[in-house]
DNA sequence: ACGATTTGCCTAATACCTTTAGGCAAATGC
DNA sequence: GCATTTGCCTAAAGGTATTAGGCAAATCGT
Protein backbone atom coordinates (compact mmCIF):
# COMPACT_ATOMS: atom_id res chain seq x y z
CA UNK A 1 0.00 0.00 0.00
CA UNK A 2 1.07 3.65 -0.69
CA UNK A 3 1.83 5.41 2.19
CA UNK A 4 -0.78 8.51 3.51
CA UNK A 5 2.53 10.90 4.19
CA UNK A 6 1.28 11.73 7.91
CA UNK A 7 3.36 14.14 9.96
CA UNK A 8 2.55 15.48 13.32
CA UNK A 9 2.65 19.20 11.52
CA UNK A 10 -0.68 17.80 9.09
CA UNK A 11 -1.73 16.72 11.70
CA UNK A 12 -2.08 19.31 13.76
CA UNK A 13 -3.33 21.39 10.57
CA UNK A 14 -6.64 18.31 9.73
CA UNK A 15 -7.31 18.48 13.68
CA UNK A 16 -7.59 22.49 13.03
CA UNK A 17 -10.04 21.67 10.45
CA UNK A 18 -12.06 18.94 12.39
CA UNK A 19 -12.23 21.42 15.37
CA UNK A 20 -14.23 24.43 13.58
CA UNK A 21 -16.24 21.56 12.08
CA UNK A 22 -17.11 19.45 15.21
CA UNK A 23 -16.44 21.39 17.92
CA UNK A 24 -12.78 21.08 19.60
CA UNK A 25 -14.00 18.83 22.35
CA UNK A 26 -15.30 16.11 19.60
CA UNK A 27 -11.96 16.37 18.27
CA UNK A 28 -10.56 12.82 18.68
CA UNK A 29 -8.05 10.47 17.42
CA UNK A 30 -10.34 8.45 15.71
CA UNK A 31 -11.84 10.62 13.97
CA UNK A 32 -8.63 12.03 13.07
CA UNK A 33 -7.51 8.56 11.63
CA UNK A 34 -11.02 8.93 9.75
CA UNK A 35 -10.32 11.90 8.21
CA UNK A 36 -6.84 10.67 6.94
CA UNK A 37 -8.39 6.93 5.81
CA UNK A 38 -5.57 5.09 8.05
CA UNK A 39 -6.06 2.75 10.97
CA UNK A 40 -6.00 4.78 14.46
CA UNK A 41 -2.71 3.40 16.13
CA UNK A 42 -0.80 4.88 13.22
CA UNK A 43 -1.41 8.29 14.34
CA UNK A 44 0.62 7.29 17.60
CA UNK A 45 3.82 7.43 15.53
CA UNK A 46 3.18 11.24 14.95
CA UNK A 47 1.35 12.11 18.41
CA UNK A 48 1.55 10.83 22.05
CA UNK A 49 -2.16 10.61 22.29
CA UNK A 50 -5.51 12.93 22.45
CA UNK A 51 -3.96 15.28 25.22
CA UNK A 52 -0.89 15.69 22.58
CA UNK A 53 -3.12 16.45 19.60
CA UNK A 54 -5.25 18.99 21.83
CA UNK A 55 -2.10 21.16 22.72
CA UNK A 56 -0.82 20.94 19.12
CA UNK A 57 -4.16 22.08 17.79
CA UNK A 58 -3.81 24.81 20.78
CA UNK A 59 -0.19 25.81 19.67
CA UNK A 60 -1.35 26.28 16.27
CA UNK A 61 -3.91 28.29 17.42
CA UNK A 62 -2.11 30.57 19.50
CA UNK A 63 0.25 31.27 16.54
CA UNK A 64 -2.49 32.41 14.24
CA UNK A 65 -4.27 34.29 16.48
CA UNK A 66 -1.15 35.85 17.64
CA UNK A 67 -0.05 36.24 13.61
CA UNK A 68 -3.56 38.02 13.11
CA UNK A 69 -3.40 40.32 15.65
CA UNK A 70 0.24 41.82 14.86
CA UNK A 71 -0.47 42.49 11.47
CA UNK A 72 -4.09 44.05 12.70
CA UNK A 73 -1.96 46.07 15.07
CA UNK A 74 0.88 47.16 12.59
CA UNK A 75 0.06 50.78 11.77
CA UNK A 76 -2.47 51.54 14.67
CA UNK A 77 -2.71 52.94 17.56
CA UNK A 78 -4.90 54.45 20.43
CA UNK A 79 -8.98 53.14 19.64
CA UNK A 80 -7.72 51.84 16.64
CA UNK A 81 -5.68 49.21 18.01
CA UNK A 82 -7.83 48.41 20.77
CA UNK A 83 -10.37 47.84 18.53
CA UNK A 84 -8.29 46.28 15.98
CA UNK A 85 -7.24 43.60 18.41
CA UNK A 86 -10.50 42.87 19.70
CA UNK A 87 -11.73 42.16 16.53
CA UNK A 88 -9.09 40.06 15.73
CA UNK A 89 -10.21 37.94 18.21
CA UNK A 90 -13.20 38.42 17.60
CA UNK A 91 -13.58 37.21 14.38
CA UNK A 92 -10.89 34.82 14.55
CA UNK A 93 -13.70 33.24 17.03
CA UNK A 94 -16.43 33.26 14.92
CA UNK A 95 -14.60 32.02 11.68
CA UNK A 96 -12.99 29.06 13.66
CA UNK A 97 -14.78 28.62 17.02
CA UNK A 98 -13.20 25.12 17.35
CA UNK A 99 -9.45 26.91 16.80
CA UNK A 100 -10.84 29.81 19.59
CA UNK A 101 -11.62 26.88 21.79
CA UNK A 102 -8.13 25.16 21.35
CA UNK A 103 -6.69 28.53 21.80
CA UNK A 104 -8.34 27.80 25.57
CA UNK A 105 -7.38 24.80 26.28
CA UNK A 106 -4.97 24.82 29.76
CA UNK A 107 -1.19 23.68 28.65
CA UNK A 108 1.63 23.05 31.33
CA UNK A 109 3.52 25.55 32.45
CA UNK A 110 6.74 24.57 30.63
CA UNK A 111 4.76 24.41 27.22
CA UNK A 112 2.58 28.01 27.46
CA UNK A 113 5.73 29.66 28.04
CA UNK A 114 7.23 28.10 24.62
CA UNK A 115 3.61 29.10 23.18
CA UNK A 116 2.72 32.24 21.19
CA UNK A 117 0.73 32.90 23.90
CA UNK A 118 3.67 35.35 25.47
CA UNK A 119 3.28 37.15 21.73
CA UNK A 120 -0.76 37.85 22.93
CA UNK A 121 0.74 39.65 26.12
CA UNK A 122 2.98 41.65 23.93
CA UNK A 123 0.47 42.76 21.70
CA UNK A 124 -1.89 43.82 24.67
CA UNK A 125 0.49 45.80 25.96
CA UNK A 126 1.47 47.23 22.47
CA UNK A 127 -1.81 48.54 22.42
CA UNK A 128 -1.66 50.12 25.85
CA UNK A 129 1.46 52.43 24.50
CA UNK A 130 -1.44 54.52 23.35
CA UNK A 131 -2.82 54.88 26.83
CA UNK A 132 0.16 55.93 28.63
CA UNK A 133 -0.06 53.48 31.79
CA UNK A 134 2.35 52.77 34.51
CA UNK A 135 2.90 49.71 36.85
CA UNK A 136 0.81 47.92 38.11
CA UNK A 137 -1.97 49.76 36.30
CA UNK A 138 -0.42 48.70 32.94
CA UNK A 139 -0.45 44.98 34.18
CA UNK A 140 -4.40 45.55 35.75
CA UNK A 141 -5.33 47.03 32.12
CA UNK A 142 -4.27 44.06 30.58
CA UNK A 143 -6.46 42.15 31.92
CA UNK A 144 -9.14 43.90 31.76
CA UNK A 145 -8.48 43.99 27.82
CA UNK A 146 -8.40 40.16 28.09
CA UNK A 147 -11.27 39.52 30.25
CA UNK A 148 -13.41 41.78 28.42
CA UNK A 149 -12.55 40.24 25.07
CA UNK A 150 -12.71 36.55 25.97
CA UNK A 151 -15.78 37.06 28.05
CA UNK A 152 -17.15 38.69 24.91
CA UNK A 153 -16.39 36.64 22.66
CA UNK A 154 -16.86 33.63 24.50
CA UNK A 155 -20.52 34.54 25.54
CA UNK A 156 -21.10 35.22 21.80
CA UNK A 157 -19.72 32.41 20.63
CA UNK A 158 -22.01 30.06 23.31
CA UNK A 159 -25.02 31.82 21.43
CA UNK A 160 -25.61 33.97 24.70
CA UNK A 161 -26.67 37.16 22.58
CA UNK A 162 -27.91 35.21 19.98
CA UNK A 163 -31.98 36.01 20.65
CA UNK A 164 -32.31 39.03 21.49
CA UNK A 165 -32.25 42.43 20.80
CA UNK A 166 -30.10 44.58 19.65
CA UNK A 167 -27.53 42.76 17.69
CA UNK A 168 -24.03 41.50 19.49
CA UNK A 169 -21.90 43.81 17.07
CA UNK A 170 -23.91 46.94 18.36
CA UNK A 171 -22.92 45.92 21.84
CA UNK A 172 -19.17 45.04 20.72
CA UNK A 173 -19.20 48.37 19.47
CA UNK A 174 -20.34 50.35 22.26
CA UNK A 175 -17.67 47.83 24.35
CA UNK A 176 -15.06 48.53 22.54
CA UNK A 177 -15.57 52.26 23.05
CA UNK A 178 -16.53 52.21 27.04
CA UNK A 179 -13.17 50.19 27.17
CA UNK A 180 -11.46 52.87 25.04
CA UNK A 181 -12.73 55.81 27.70
CA UNK A 182 -11.73 53.70 30.72
CA UNK A 183 -8.00 53.24 29.46
CA UNK A 184 -7.72 57.02 28.23
CA UNK A 185 -9.25 57.77 32.12
CA UNK A 186 -7.44 55.39 33.90
CA UNK A 187 -6.54 57.66 36.98
CA UNK B 1 -29.45 -6.60 48.16
CA UNK B 2 -30.60 -3.53 49.60
CA UNK B 3 -31.46 -0.69 47.38
CA UNK B 4 -28.92 2.35 47.20
CA UNK B 5 -31.38 4.58 46.92
CA UNK B 6 -30.93 6.81 43.70
CA UNK B 7 -32.58 9.33 42.48
CA UNK B 8 -32.05 11.77 39.49
CA UNK B 9 -31.71 14.70 41.94
CA UNK B 10 -28.72 12.53 44.21
CA UNK B 11 -27.03 11.73 41.20
CA UNK B 12 -27.10 15.23 39.50
CA UNK B 13 -25.41 16.54 43.62
CA UNK B 14 -22.97 13.76 43.21
CA UNK B 15 -21.97 14.44 40.29
CA UNK B 16 -21.71 17.98 41.06
CA UNK B 17 -19.32 17.26 43.77
CA UNK B 18 -17.45 15.05 41.35
CA UNK B 19 -17.15 17.42 38.78
CA UNK B 20 -15.52 19.98 41.57
CA UNK B 21 -13.36 17.23 41.86
CA UNK B 22 -11.80 16.41 38.79
CA UNK B 23 -13.68 18.48 36.37
CA UNK B 24 -16.72 19.06 34.85
CA UNK B 25 -15.36 17.43 31.41
CA UNK B 26 -14.33 14.56 33.67
CA UNK B 27 -17.63 13.42 34.80
CA UNK B 28 -18.81 10.71 33.36
CA UNK B 29 -21.75 8.14 34.19
CA UNK B 30 -18.98 5.26 35.06
CA UNK B 31 -17.29 7.51 37.53
CA UNK B 32 -20.87 8.44 39.13
CA UNK B 33 -21.59 4.80 39.39
CA UNK B 34 -19.02 3.71 41.20
CA UNK B 35 -18.75 6.54 42.95
CA UNK B 36 -22.29 5.23 44.47
CA UNK B 37 -21.10 1.48 44.26
CA UNK B 38 -23.85 0.77 41.62
CA UNK B 39 -23.54 -0.60 38.25
CA UNK B 40 -23.41 1.61 35.10
CA UNK B 41 -26.45 0.89 33.77
CA UNK B 42 -28.19 1.40 37.28
CA UNK B 43 -27.99 5.23 36.34
CA UNK B 44 -30.00 4.74 33.14
CA UNK B 45 -33.31 4.51 35.19
CA UNK B 46 -32.72 8.26 36.44
CA UNK B 47 -30.51 9.88 33.33
CA UNK B 48 -30.94 9.07 29.94
CA UNK B 49 -27.23 9.19 29.38
CA UNK B 50 -24.19 11.52 29.65
CA UNK B 51 -25.36 14.46 28.03
CA UNK B 52 -28.52 14.40 30.48
CA UNK B 53 -26.32 14.23 33.72
CA UNK B 54 -24.38 17.12 32.05
CA UNK B 55 -26.92 19.08 31.90
CA UNK B 56 -28.51 18.53 34.74
CA UNK B 57 -25.37 19.70 36.67
CA UNK B 58 -25.25 22.93 34.85
CA UNK B 59 -29.03 23.41 35.93
CA UNK B 60 -28.03 22.88 39.34
CA UNK B 61 -24.80 25.12 38.94
CA UNK B 62 -26.90 27.88 37.41
CA UNK B 63 -29.99 27.07 40.48
CA UNK B 64 -26.91 27.98 43.52
CA UNK B 65 -25.51 30.66 41.52
CA UNK B 66 -28.57 32.63 41.20
CA UNK B 67 -29.53 31.74 44.46
CA UNK B 68 -26.29 33.32 45.56
CA UNK B 69 -26.12 36.35 43.58
CA UNK B 70 -30.02 37.60 44.87
CA UNK B 71 -28.70 36.66 48.33
CA UNK B 72 -25.72 38.84 47.84
CA UNK B 73 -27.63 41.64 46.03
CA UNK B 74 -30.30 42.01 48.63
CA UNK B 75 -30.19 45.28 50.19
CA UNK B 76 -27.39 46.59 48.14
CA UNK B 77 -27.28 49.54 45.31
CA UNK B 78 -24.90 50.55 42.70
CA UNK B 79 -21.02 49.73 43.25
CA UNK B 80 -21.95 47.54 46.00
CA UNK B 81 -24.58 45.64 44.53
CA UNK B 82 -22.26 45.71 41.25
CA UNK B 83 -18.74 44.23 43.30
CA UNK B 84 -21.67 41.92 45.37
CA UNK B 85 -22.37 40.15 41.84
CA UNK B 86 -19.00 40.23 40.58
CA UNK B 87 -17.59 38.32 43.83
CA UNK B 88 -20.72 36.11 43.76
CA UNK B 89 -19.69 34.77 40.29
CA UNK B 90 -15.76 34.68 40.83
CA UNK B 91 -16.02 33.20 44.63
CA UNK B 92 -18.31 30.24 43.61
CA UNK B 93 -16.23 29.71 40.66
CA UNK B 94 -13.01 28.91 42.74
CA UNK B 95 -15.58 27.14 45.44
CA UNK B 96 -16.87 25.16 42.42
CA UNK B 97 -14.62 25.46 39.56
CA UNK B 98 -16.64 21.96 38.29
CA UNK B 99 -19.75 23.58 38.55
CA UNK B 100 -18.94 26.91 37.38
CA UNK B 101 -17.73 24.95 34.20
CA UNK B 102 -21.13 23.03 34.22
CA UNK B 103 -22.81 26.20 34.55
CA UNK B 104 -20.96 27.24 30.78
CA UNK B 105 -22.19 24.18 29.41
CA UNK B 106 -24.28 24.79 26.46
CA UNK B 107 -28.11 24.29 26.89
CA UNK B 108 -30.76 24.37 24.09
CA UNK B 109 -33.16 27.17 23.75
CA UNK B 110 -36.12 25.18 25.89
CA UNK B 111 -33.72 24.17 28.38
CA UNK B 112 -32.21 27.38 28.83
CA UNK B 113 -35.26 29.13 28.70
CA UNK B 114 -36.40 27.18 31.94
CA UNK B 115 -33.31 27.18 33.46
CA UNK B 116 -32.01 29.62 36.31
CA UNK B 117 -29.75 31.67 33.48
CA UNK B 118 -33.15 33.91 33.43
CA UNK B 119 -32.78 35.37 36.94
CA UNK B 120 -29.34 35.74 36.00
CA UNK B 121 -30.37 38.19 33.38
CA UNK B 122 -32.80 39.48 36.13
CA UNK B 123 -30.38 39.89 38.72
CA UNK B 124 -27.78 41.89 35.96
CA UNK B 125 -30.63 43.99 35.41
CA UNK B 126 -31.26 45.03 38.72
CA UNK B 127 -27.59 46.01 39.96
CA UNK B 128 -28.02 48.30 36.86
CA UNK B 129 -30.98 49.84 38.33
CA UNK B 130 -28.78 51.75 40.38
CA UNK B 131 -27.38 53.60 36.63
CA UNK B 132 -30.08 54.77 35.17
CA UNK B 133 -29.52 53.48 31.53
CA UNK B 134 -32.28 52.97 29.22
CA UNK B 135 -32.70 50.39 26.46
CA UNK B 136 -30.27 49.21 24.22
CA UNK B 137 -27.71 50.90 26.73
CA UNK B 138 -29.04 48.78 29.33
CA UNK B 139 -28.86 45.46 27.24
CA UNK B 140 -25.17 46.75 26.02
CA UNK B 141 -24.38 47.18 30.01
CA UNK B 142 -25.36 43.66 30.99
CA UNK B 143 -23.16 42.67 27.91
CA UNK B 144 -20.13 44.20 29.32
CA UNK B 145 -20.93 42.94 32.88
CA UNK B 146 -21.77 39.79 32.01
CA UNK B 147 -18.45 39.68 29.86
CA UNK B 148 -16.23 41.12 32.08
CA UNK B 149 -17.43 38.95 34.82
CA UNK B 150 -17.19 35.72 32.58
CA UNK B 151 -13.62 36.81 30.85
CA UNK B 152 -11.97 37.46 34.37
CA UNK B 153 -12.95 34.63 36.08
CA UNK B 154 -12.55 32.17 33.36
CA UNK B 155 -8.80 33.53 32.86
CA UNK B 156 -7.90 33.38 36.38
CA UNK B 157 -9.67 29.70 36.48
CA UNK B 158 -7.42 29.02 33.65
CA UNK B 159 -4.30 30.46 35.68
CA UNK B 160 -3.78 33.14 33.51
CA UNK B 161 -3.32 35.59 36.60
CA UNK B 162 -1.46 32.85 38.36
CA UNK B 163 2.37 33.07 37.83
CA UNK B 164 2.70 36.61 38.14
CA UNK B 165 2.35 40.32 39.47
CA UNK B 166 0.35 42.13 41.16
CA UNK B 167 -1.99 39.24 42.35
CA UNK B 168 -5.81 38.49 41.20
CA UNK B 169 -6.93 40.34 43.77
CA UNK B 170 -5.76 43.55 42.82
CA UNK B 171 -6.20 43.65 39.53
CA UNK B 172 -10.04 42.39 40.26
CA UNK B 173 -10.74 45.68 42.77
CA UNK B 174 -9.20 47.81 40.37
CA UNK B 175 -11.83 46.18 37.25
CA UNK B 176 -14.90 46.06 39.43
CA UNK B 177 -13.71 49.90 39.95
CA UNK B 178 -13.64 50.84 36.54
CA UNK B 179 -16.28 49.34 35.59
CA UNK B 180 -18.40 51.53 37.95
CA UNK B 181 -16.94 53.99 36.48
CA UNK B 182 -17.82 53.37 33.09
CA UNK B 183 -21.87 52.58 34.00
CA UNK B 184 -21.87 56.10 35.90
CA UNK B 185 -20.61 58.06 32.98
CA UNK B 186 -22.23 55.56 30.74
CA UNK B 187 -23.02 58.75 27.57
C1' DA C 1 21.04 -1.35 -9.20
C1' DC C 2 20.56 -3.80 -4.92
C1' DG C 3 20.79 -5.27 -0.34
C1' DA C 4 20.43 -3.25 4.45
C1' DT C 5 18.28 -0.09 7.32
C1' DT C 6 14.95 2.92 8.67
C1' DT C 7 10.46 4.25 9.02
C1' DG C 8 5.39 4.24 8.19
C1' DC C 9 1.38 2.11 8.61
C1' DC C 10 -0.79 -2.26 9.68
C1' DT C 11 -3.27 -5.99 12.74
C1' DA C 12 -4.00 -7.77 17.28
C1' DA C 13 -5.13 -7.11 21.82
C1' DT C 14 -6.45 -4.71 26.19
C1' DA C 15 -8.99 -1.51 28.69
C1' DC C 16 -12.50 1.88 29.54
C1' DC C 17 -16.94 4.41 28.64
C1' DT C 18 -21.73 4.38 26.69
C1' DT C 19 -25.95 2.55 25.84
C1' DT C 20 -29.77 -1.03 25.17
C1' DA C 21 -32.14 -5.35 26.52
C1' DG C 22 -33.89 -8.36 29.54
C1' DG C 23 -34.16 -10.53 34.36
C1' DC C 24 -34.63 -11.06 39.40
C1' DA C 25 -35.62 -9.36 43.76
C1' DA C 26 -36.92 -5.73 46.89
C1' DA C 27 -40.40 -2.47 47.95
C1' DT C 28 -45.26 -1.23 47.68
C1' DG C 29 -50.25 -1.84 47.51
C1' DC C 30 -54.48 -4.47 47.94
C1' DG D 1 -49.76 -12.74 51.70
C1' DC D 2 -49.99 -12.19 46.94
C1' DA D 3 -49.56 -9.11 42.76
C1' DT D 4 -47.55 -5.19 40.88
C1' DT D 5 -44.24 -1.94 40.45
C1' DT D 6 -39.80 -0.51 40.42
C1' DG D 7 -34.69 -0.59 41.33
C1' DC D 8 -30.61 -2.53 40.39
C1' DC D 9 -28.46 -6.46 38.18
C1' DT D 10 -25.90 -9.19 34.22
C1' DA D 11 -25.16 -9.61 29.36
C1' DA D 12 -23.91 -7.70 25.21
C1' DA D 13 -22.60 -4.53 21.46
C1' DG D 14 -20.24 -0.48 19.83
C1' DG D 15 -16.89 3.33 20.17
C1' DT D 16 -12.38 5.51 21.74
C1' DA D 17 -7.54 5.20 23.63
C1' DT D 18 -3.36 3.05 23.89
C1' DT D 19 0.47 -0.53 23.59
C1' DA D 20 2.96 -4.27 21.22
C1' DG D 21 4.72 -6.31 17.51
C1' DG D 22 5.02 -7.15 12.27
C1' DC D 23 5.46 -6.33 7.29
C1' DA D 24 6.38 -3.51 3.52
C1' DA D 25 7.64 0.86 1.47
C1' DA D 26 11.00 4.36 1.27
C1' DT D 27 15.79 5.55 1.74
C1' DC D 28 20.72 5.02 1.75
C1' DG D 29 25.40 3.10 1.04
C1' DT D 30 28.03 0.96 -2.10
Known amino acids: MPRAGLTTEALAIA ?78 AREHPGRYAAARHPLDAETAAGSAGVRHAQLARAVLRGYDLAEPDQTHAVRLMGSTFHGFVSLELAGAFSHSEPDAQSSWARILDSLDHTLRSWA
Open 15 to 92: GAELADEVGFEHVTVSALARRFGVSVPSLYSHLRGTEDLHTRIALLALEELADGAAEALAGRAGPDALAALGDTYRDY
